[in-house]
T-cell receptor, first 113, second 114 residues
């Protein structure tokens, strides 16, 4: 069964510092990979996605993620965090042509001034 | 174009009652998925409907059911509510002409069971 692991439940960074959120997946083939962000009381917004090709993908709000097949990882990065980035971040996987998307437990990001 | 719309946004029920939640997908999207989000269990997949047929189902008891109409609108129903059903229920749609596999989420229906 496919699964997603986000090892960090909560991360605190200072505004302006760099950020990396970890995501590991377990699946027999390369799935489609996503990062979503959720602000309090809101639904989920897509930050970026990986289907194939270039393993470094760019997303909205200055985020990027790198797919590493050998490590089954899809870590999210941002070079300089803004206070408005405080939210919960979810990594997700889905098989090709299957809309059964599975999510990690999420990482809550706190940004210190 | 309009996003995914979920109604109601908030509701309070008591144990043993039933509840119906509604989801209108983005125009042109034919797939609708439902998720339950709780602090303890995170985001859990309930089921997915495509062209009025349930295509995928998560690991939830039969008290949780859904349906999809010919206009792709979907409803989910929870019968005999339990305290543990208190959660944010999220609906997501996908599958338009430029289907890229991503899910587009509504803002959710927050259910409180007393």
């Amino acid at each position: 069964a496919q699964s997603v692991t986000q090892p960090d439940i909560h991360i605190t960074v200072s505004e302006g510092a760099s950020l990396e959120l970890r995501c590991n997946y377990s699946y027999g083939a390369t799935p489609y990979l996503f990062w979503y962000v959720q602000s309090p009381g809101q639904g989920l917004q897509l930050l970026l996605k990986y289907f194939s090709g270039d393993t470094l993908v760019q997303g909205i709000k200055g985020f990027e993620a790198e797919f590493k097949r050998s490590q089954s990882s899809f870590n999210l990065r941002k070079p300089s965090v803004h206070w408005s980035d405080a939210a919960e971040y979810f990594c997700a996987v889905v098989r090709y042509n299957n809309n059964d998307m599975r999510f990690g437990a999420g990482t809550r990001l706190t940004v210190k001034p | 174009k309009a996003g995914v719309t979920q109604t109601p946004r908030y509701l309070i029920k008591t144990r043993g009652q039933q509840v119906t939640l509604s989801c209108s997908p983005i125009s042109g999207h034919r797939s609708v998925s439902w998720y339950q989000q709780t602090p303890g269990q995170g985001l859990q997949f309930l089921f997915e409907y495509f062209s009025e047929t349930q295509r995928n189902k998560g690991n939830f008891p039969g008290r949780f059911s859904g349906r999809q109409f010919s206009n792709s609108r979907s409803e989910m129903n929870v019968s005999t509510l339990e305290l543990g059903d208190s959660a944010l229920y999220l609906c997501a749609s996908t599958g338009g002409l430029s289907n890229t596999g991503e899910l587009f989420f509504g803002e959710g229906s927050r259910l409180t069971v007393l």
